[in-house]
């Protein structure tokens, strides 16, 4: 079974702070690890995906096999990134997606 | 590109009566499609996945009486809410997946909000 873990609900930073948002996952084969950002009132879009290793926004994730972890990082944090971020997982096959729980970014000003 | 789109973005219905709602890629053909739900303040649970010309496969407890799915073309997959109930209201999502690597990935709907009175 593939499960993804969000630790956080909630997550609160103040403008310029470095923010990380934890996603951990248990599966037993080679994942693909996904994260996806929904601004207000917006659809649900990929923020960035682990094969392609690129930072988009300014945010970066690194997939940890050893810690099951595929945290996503900013170093200074922007009032615009406030949103709800998902992680997600699909396994062997490719196609099906495995959603963590959400962590509700905050940025204050 | 790889916009996907839903219709209708809100219904409201009587319990008893039969909702469908539209998903359709705009730009790319899309093999495979997904249907979600959210509740509020939740995550998205998958609810079945659909491949062009067959049948859909259903999630374990998603009834597929009552969730039918239609994926006729490669540019629009349907799901059709049966004999609603109040407890069915939620958001239904969709998403798009193509075989294109430019499409190698979901793309999703804006979401469609069901409520039954």
């Known amino acids: 079974a593939q499960r993804v873990t969000q630790p956080e609900k909630l997550l609160s930073v103040f403008k310029g702070a470095p923010v990380e948002l934890k996603c951990n996952y248990s599966?037993?084969?080679?994942?693909?690890l996904f994260w996806y950002v929904q601004y207000s009132r917006q659809r649900l879009q990929l923020l960035l995906r682990?094969?392609s290793r690129e930072s988009i926004k300014g945010f970066t994730a690194d997939l940890n096999k050893g810690e099951t972890s595929f945290h996503l990082k900013k170093p200074f944090a922007q009032e615009e990134d406030s949103a709800m971020y998902y992680c997600?997982?699909?396994?062997?096959?490719?196609?099906?997606?495995?959603f963590g729980e959400g962590t509700q970014l905050t940025v204050n000003p | 590109g790889a916009v996907v789109s839903q219709h209708p973005s809100r219904v409201i219905c009587k319990s008893g009566t039969s909702v469908k709602i539209e998903c359709r890629s705009l730009?790319?053909?899309?093999?495979?499609m997904f249907w979600y739900r959210q509740f509020p303040k939740q995550s998205l649970m998958l609810m079945a996945t659909?491949?062009?010309?067959?049948?859909?496969?259903?999630e374990q407890g998603v009834e597929k009486d009552k969730f039918l799915i239609n994926h006729a073309s490669l540019t629009l997959s349907t799901l059709t809410v049966t004999s609603a109930h109040p407890e069915d209201s939620s958001f239904y999502i969709c998403?798009?997946?193509?075989?294109?690597?430019?499409?190698?990935?979901?793309?999703f709907g804006p979401g469609t909000r069901l409520t039954v009175l």
């Open positions: 659909s491949n062009e010309g067959s049948k859909a496969t259903y």
């Open positions: 730009d790319f053909q899309a093999t495979t």
């Open positions: 998403s798009a997946r193509g075989l294109a690597a430019s499409t190698d990935t979901q793309y």
């Open positions: 599966y037993s084969g080679s994942p693909e």
């Open positions: 682990h094969i």
């Open positions: 997600a997982l699909s396994g062997h096959g490719g196609s099906r997606l495995t």
